[in-house]
């Protein structure tokens, strides 16, 4: 699955001039956390955060009078606290290269970008989505976290033995585990009871860490 079947395609935006008062409430209108930053042809130029508008007030320490803070944040625009070095990527790059991009530069949303032109955006809150639908979270069925050795052959196997009791697998994932001759395997199974689907998988080579 790639980034361009998951983002939002049109994305809250806001322009470097705007009032720092008025993004806030742009983001609060419209529950979202970070607002892409585009000029008038809607090329990416900045991304800005509710954390950035945040904090762009005077400290409390400050020796400024009230009028002085009032009139220097009148003329705070968007331009004087977005993030002007944007991580972006492509539409065409595959989910899982976004969520390593997140995670490694610890930033919770990615503008997505053609030629230079924001077409979409995806944030942690859309992974957050299609990891639910990987593990089948909101699907009935029996979930079993197997310890299983990695060799070639275990996970035909294993599946092999639910198709033969009539199995419905709903969702399946694998794990790293503690160690490394090992993995773990979480799997969801409809169509077969539970105490018939932990028989079936009962061999010296797999062992059940969780069923419910």
Request: glycine share 8%; hydrophobic share 40%; no cysteine.
């Amino acid at each position: 699955m790639l980034i361009r079947d998951r983002m939002s395609k049109h994305p809250i935006t806001v322009t470097t001039d705007v009032h720092i008062d008025e993004a806030l409430k742009v983001m609060r209108d419209n529950k979202v956390r970070r607002l892409p930053v585009v000029d008038k042809a809607g090329r990416l130029v900045g991304i800005v955060s509710e954390m950035d508008l945040l904090y762009a007030s005077p400290s409390p320490a400050t020796s400024l009078s009230v009028y002085e803070i009032h009139y220097l944040m009148a003329r705070i625009t968007v331009q004087d606290v977005m993030t002007k070095e944007v991580i972006s990527i492509g539409e065409d790059t595959p989910l899982e290269e976004a969520a390593r991009v997140m995670v490694d530069n610890k930033i919770g949303g990615l503008p997505v970008v053609r030629d230079g032109t924001l077409v979409g955006i995806i944030t942690e809150t859309d992974l957050f989505k299609i990891f639910l639908e990987l593990l089948g979270a909101r699907e009935k069925g029996v979930r079993l976290t197997l310890q299983t050795p990695n060799r070639k052959g275990v996970l035909a196997t294993i599946t092999s033995q639910i198709a033969k009791i009539g199995g419905d697998i709903i969702s399946l994932g694998t794990f790293l585990g503690e160690d490394p001759t090992k993995g773990l395997l979480t799997i969801k199974v409809a169509g077969v009871p539970q105490d018939q689907l932990v028989k079936a998988l009962e061999t010296p080579d797999i062992e059940l860490v969780d069923v419910r």
